[in-house]
């Protein structure tokens, strides 16, 4: 079973900072969590990833609230290229490091 | 690099034939996995291998077989093909970093089972 709850479809202007939140609420101290996209069938694509403290990459932000059982997923200026599912992810803990996709977030990003 | 590559992009199978998809990646990863994607859901884990040699099942595996021959092959068999593995199949490597994980996924195959 998916540990990861997400609003089914979210969407935003071009240009304007996209916000996707996700609850995990079950996490483990030591269970990071990750954020996959998929643009129209094509294979999934990696975006980020944290533990505890916000990160930040080219593509991104993570912010995890304090009690890890949220995170929010940013994207700073949203293009028409952003539209896409987003996977909000916590690994599974074992040695088989396995991710368990869940049905995700539709983003419509809207000239 | 060409990262991962799935072999074929799109096949037509009647019920009962078999069939074997091929991933390969080029980035020296122990991990390689497979998932089947359905209409409008998340990506389901079918059978995944930690090493060469090695297999294991996922969420999903009945009715598919794997091997793990080469470190950087990945196959996946349908011996009798039914219409409800009609899906699209997607492939992904990662590399052995203890508690981070990036997967890198091919382009995916597309499967109809008539």
């Known amino acids: 079973d998916a540990k990861t709850t997400q609003p089914p479809s979210m969407d935003c202007a071009e240009g304007r900072a996209a916000n996707l939140p996700c609850n995990h609420s079950?996490?483990?101290?030591?269970?990071?969590v990750y954020w996959y996209r998929q643009i129209h069938s094509q294979g999934p694509q990696y975006i980020i990833h944290?533990?505890?403290n916000n990160e930040t990459n080219e593509m991104a932000s993570l912010i995890i609230t304090e009690d890890r059982k949220s995170s929010t997923l940013i994207l700073p200026h949203a293009t028409l290229r952003d539209t896409a599912v987003y996977y909000c992810i916590v690994r599974v803990e074992d040695s088989s490091y396995k991710l368990i996709f869940g049905s995700g977030t539709r983003l419509l990003v809207r000239p | 690099n060409a990262g991962v590559t799935q072999t074929p992009k799109f096949r037509v199978l009647k019920t009962g034939q078999s069939m074997t998809l091929l991933c390969a990646q080029d980035?020296?990863?122990?991990?390689m996995y497979w998932y089947r994607q359905d209409p409008g859901m998340g990506l389901r884990l079918i059978h995944y291998s930690v090493g060469e040699g090695t297999t294991a099942k996922g969420e999903v595996p009945d009715g598919y077989n794997v091997s793990r021959l080469k470190k950087q092959n990945f196959l996946l068999g349908l011996e009798s093909a039914a219409p409800s593995q009609t899906s699209v199949y997607f492939c992904?490597?990662?590399?052995?970093?203890?508690?981070?994980?990036?997967?890198?996924f091919g382009p995916g195959t597309r499967l109809l089972v008539l």
């Open positions: 992904a490597s990662s590399r052995l970093r203890t508690g981070i994980e990036t997967q890198y």
């Open positions: 944290g533990l505890k």
């Open positions: 980035m020296n990863h122990e991990y």
């Open positions: 079950t996490i483990s101290g030591n269970e990071y």
